[in-house]
Structure formats: structure tokens, C-alpha cells
């Protein structure tokens, strides 16, 4: 069973104890989809990361990244699988390929300075759902 049936009978049993016009049926329809895809997307990465031992350093990198989120904004992938992917790489791959050294302080630094400068530079940026209007509240 797809997500999008499942989204769809969910809100159709929803629809059945309220009263919906279309449009606030298909409100309740694509929350349910986001809901269900993020669900997925999440017990995946962290199936994963637990089957490598990494839950930890995957969930840390996860919050940090959830925290830069809501003030920088920035791109969406175009494809749920291609999130997915990308969210593997970076929520999973990373802490696991970083697992194999060992960094002081001054390399921990060294490291960050250029993700500093990258968000310096980018962020917030437009998107096409959350356009930024003017040039002082972020940089395109």
C-alpha cells in the first residue's frame, strides 16, 4: 500500500466524523502524506544508523542540523527518494565515515570554519515556498 492511499483513507475516515469542504480535505490529506513520508524517511535512517552503532552521533547531527534549519532555510530535494538518499549520506554516512578519527580541538576548529563561512555567506536562502524579501533579511 502506498503512502498516497493511505494518506487518502485516513482522511476519508477523517472526513467521515467531520464535516470537509475539498479544500480542507486535501489540508488534511497532505499532512497526513508528510507526516507518513517523514515517518518513513526517519525510521529508515535511524534503522540504519542503529545497525551500525551510530545512533548517537547520528541523532546529535541530526538535532544540530534541525536548529540551523529553522533560521537558515535553504533547498529541498525534488524527489522524496533523492531526500532520502542525501539524508542517508549526510545523517548517516558522515558520522560513520568520521567514526575512524580521532581530532583535537584545533582540527575540530580548523573543520568548522569553513561551514561558518559557507553560512555566513548563504544563509537564509530563497526557496521557492519561503522567498526571502529583501536584500537584509538573507542573501540569494
Known amino acids: 500500500m502506498s503512502i498516497e492511499t493511505t494518506a487518502l483513507g485516513l482522511a476519508e475516515k477523517i472526513a467521515t466524523h467531520k464535516e470537509l469542504d475539498r479544500k480542507a480535505f486535501l489540508k488534511i490529506k497532505l499532512g497526513i ?4 513520508i517523514n515517518l518513513t524517511k526517519m525510521t529508515i535512517i535511524y534503522g540504519v544508523a542503529f545497525g551500525l552503532g551510530i545512533l548517537r552521533e547520528t541523532f546529535i547531527l541530526n538535532l544540530a542540523y534541525f536548529l540551523l534549519r529553522r533560521h537558515s532555510y535553504g533547498l529541498h530535494a525534488k524527489a522524496s527518494l533523492n531526500c532520502t538518499i542525501v539524508s542517508l549520506l549526510v545523517f ?13 580541538y584545533l582540527m575540530t576548529v580548523i573543520g568548522f570554519i569553513p561551514v561558518f ?23 540569494n
Open 92 to 104: 548517516v554516512g558522515l558520522p560513520y565515515f568520521l567514526r575512524s578519527f580521532e581530532a583535537d
Open 117 to 139: 563561512v559557507g553560512l555566513y555567506l548563504y544563509a537564509p536562502a530563497d526557496t521557492e515556498k519561503n522567498p526571502l524579501l529583501g536584500e537584509k533579511r538573507g542573501k
Open 33 to 36: 502524506e508528510v507526516f507518513l
